[in-house]
């Protein structure tokens, strides 16, 4: 089944202790990405990747860090975590844009979801 | 960076009517795509439905369909014969299709639908 797999779903952690949060898709996509959704904010990007070893910065990075050493694995790193980045993130993956008509036109497929809570 | 509006925070319909979800956004490129995502409380985002910006096509999936109206770049979302398991919270959604903006997706802040029996 084709799916984007974030672990874990639920984590509670405290402050300044590093932790990373697990994506893995199994559709063969160039482009990953992070985001975090917020009450009021709603979904805003943090990191993204439109292949191996190739990592930008979203509107929101500050405090995350990521690397794509494999097609397939995209992990958020929080190196130390603060209560500010208390929320709900999510992995997406997609093919790049391609010609118009193509496959390529492909929305974002989005894990289920991790709830992080920093203590 | 674009904009993306959706200006009901909530609304509500009775079950097998039909409601209409608005958008709007804000935008200098020709060319993009537009989305609906709906996230129900279990929290997944599951793709409602898609539209070309170059299309001039309204684009339907069965129940759902869009009223895309680029020169007043707005893109709303009729639900139609609504059910019980329509009612979460829709995100309005643009992503360009050029490189410039990271290919992120920009949400709007969402509308969160109750469907009455």
């Known amino acids: 089944e084709a799916q984007v797999t974030q672990n874990p779903r639920y984590l509670i952690t405290v402050t300044g202790k590093k932790l990373t949060v697990t994506c893995s898709q199994n559709?063969?996509?160039?482009?990953m990405s992070w985001y975090r959704q917020d009450p009021g904010l709603g979904l805003r990007q943090i990191y993204y990747s439109m292949n191996v070893e190739v990592t930008d910065k979203g509107d929101v990075p500050e405090g995350y860090k990521v690397s794509r050493k494999e097609k397939r694995n995209f992990p958020l790193i929080l190196e130390s975590p603060s209560p500010n980045q208390t929320s709900l993130y999510f992995c997406?993956?997609?093919?790049?844009?391609?010609?118009?008509?193509?496959?390529?036109?492909?929305?974002?497929?989005f894990g289920n979801g991790t709830r992080l809570t920093v203590t | 960076a674009q904009t993306v509006t959706q200006s009901q925070p909530e609304m509500s319909v009775q079950e097998a009517e039909t409601v209409t979800l608005s958008c709007t956004y804000d935008t200098s490129e020709s060319d993009y795509y537009l989305f609906w995502y709906k996230q129900p409380p279990s929290r997944q985002m599951i793709l409602v439905i898609r539209q070309e910006a170059y299309k001039q096509q309204n684009a339907t999936e069965n129940r759902f369909s869009v009223n895309f109206q680029k020169a007043a770049k707005s893109f709303s979302l009729k639900i139609s014969d609504s059910q019980l398991g329509d009612a979460a919270m829709y995100f309005c959604a643009y992503r360009a299709r050029n490189s410039n903006s990271g290919y992120a997706l920009n949400f709007g802040k969402g509308t969160s639908l109750l469907v009455t029996p």
């Open positions: 559709m063969n996509h160039e482009y």
């Open positions: 997406a993956s997609s093919f790049l844009t391609g010609g118009r008509g193509s496959s390529y036109n492909s929305p974002l497929h």
